[in-house]
């Protein structure tokens, strides 16, 4: 497993708040959110209602370019 750097952001009390991580990072982690969604999908519809490989490319291609 790949090691996310992270940075803490504190309030004025030194308690942790919030994290911040790189673009990069957080682009690769929404791109596994995505796909994992997508997986999700595929399996549990019934056979008749599961997508095909080229329908799956489809609605893939379509959350890219909502998400861009």
Request: proline fraction near 3%; charge should be negative; aromatic fraction near 8%.
């Amino acid at each position: 497993m790949r090691e996310i750097k992270k940075q803490y952001v504190v309030d004025e009390e030194n308690r942790p708040i919030a994290v911040q991580i790189d673009l990069e990072t957080f682009r690769e982690m929404e791109e596994v959110i995505e796909n994992r969604a997508l997986f999700e999908l595929m399996t549990e519809q019934s056979p008749e209602e599961a997508l095909d490989i080229a329908a799956a490319r489809r609605h893939y291609a379509e959350l890219e370019s909502w998400c861009s």
